[in-house]
């Protein structure tokens, strides 16, 4: 009777010899297309008639029997060995392909890379190709962090590129900061950002921030990390803050704010070199605000807010308006919902 071969365990040899996939790909193959797993025969003289009961007792030989329950239970053991043993090469094989995928993956990038340098792109001087980059931006005030959009989509086409945009601080003064709750979202975007700003090297600095007043240590970090080089302000609360902290802002030229506020918040902070200031949606009473507790008006050129009635502008104004003020300008706005 045929008895199938057992397969050899692959871990139990020590020395690996090291050779080329394809070597094993032709060995696997030539030995599939030339081999025959062997079954064994398992017929005998009682599987016939598999029903004992056709059988009297002096035609069975017990003897016979237990040879044929001895056998089978050496060749079940022989395949229960086989069978994690070929596990074991299958994973191996599996193995040998997921290799071979990301030689492929690695064997593409190469040929991506060097033909980069047959490109016209690649002999382009770095001042050229800084200009182009200039006009890749999006059209906006601020920028996004987005992989989608510039400046951070053209650090993911070549090194060359991503070298350059990197080394170009102008490329990235301009940011809009969503800020909620201090969660682990947060501290990546917080990292983000702190990653992107930190490429302007010290150049004026445009941000925009909308703001969901939940937790303020992360505006309040990013501001104060920025302090001197924050130069234009803009910031959205998605509902009336009771209390913001904002640290001194001493490079600040422009401020916009959108929300309901109160006098608290605008006299919470020192920003001397303001010169202009958009205040919408402001529904508090500006009679509050003294101004020996703020700076913010004292040297303002454009101011821009909402009141609900003229007097509050007035006294607003007022603020600005003193013998060591600037006068303010022809440009400021009112904007009132006066009835008439």
């Avoid at 090291?18 to 070597?23: C, E, G, L, Q, R």
């Avoid at 008639?49 to 053991?77: G, H, K, M």
Wanted: charged share 20%; aromatic share 8%; with cysteine.
């Amino acid at each position: 009777m045929m008895q199938a071969l057992e397969l050899e365990d692959p871990t139990a040899k020590s020395d690996v010899s090291i050779i080329p996939a394809s070597d094993i790909i032709d060995a696997l193959q030539n030995i599939l297309e030339h081999s025959r797993l062997m079954i064994p025969d398992l017929e005998t003289p009682y599987s016939k008639s598999p029903n004992p009961d056709q059988y009297q007792a002096s035609q069975l030989d017990e003897q016979s029997i237990n040879a044929i329950l001895t056998e089978r239970q050496d060749q079940l053991n022989a395949v229960l060995r086989n069978i994690p043993v070929l596990d074991t090469i299958v994973d191996k094989i599996k193995n040998i392909r997921q290799q071979l995928i990301e030689e492929q993956h690695k064997i593409v990038y190469s040929m991506n890379l060097h033909q980069g340098y047959k490109s016209a792109l690649w002999r382009l001087p770095v001042e050229v190709l800084s200009q182009i980059f200039v006009h890749c931006l999006p059209e906006s005030d601020y920028l996004w962090i987005s992989r989608m959009e510039g400046p951070m989509l053209l650090t993911h086409i070549c090194r060359r590129w991503r070298e350059v945009v990197v080394n170009m601080p102008s490329l990235w003064c301009r940011l809009t900061v969503y800020v909620g709750a201090l969660t682990e979202d947060q501290r990546n975007t917080a990292f983000c950002c702190d990653s992107w700003l930190k490429r302007s090297r010290q150049r004026p600095l445009s941000l925009q921030i909308y703001y969901v007043p939940k937790d303020i240590t992360m505006m309040y970090t990013l501001l104060q990390s920025y302090a001197n080089q924050i130069s234009s302000l803009d910031i959205t609360f998605n509902q009336e803050p009771e209390h913001v902290l904002l640290p001194n802002l001493p490079a600040l030229q422009e401020l916009m704010i959108y929300c309901c506020t109160s006098h608290n918040f605008i006299r919470s902070f020192s920003c001397p070199r303001l010169r202009n200031f958009r205040l919408n949606v402001f529904v508090a009473d500006p009679t509050n605000i003294k101004r020996s507790s703020c700076d913010v008006w004292a040297h303002l050129t454009n101011l821009e807010i909402t009141v609900q009635q003229s007097r509050q502008f007035l006294h607003l104004l007022h603020q600005c308006l003193s013998p060591s003020s600037r006068p303010v300008s022809s440009a400021v706005q009112i904007y009132s919902p006066l009835s008439h």
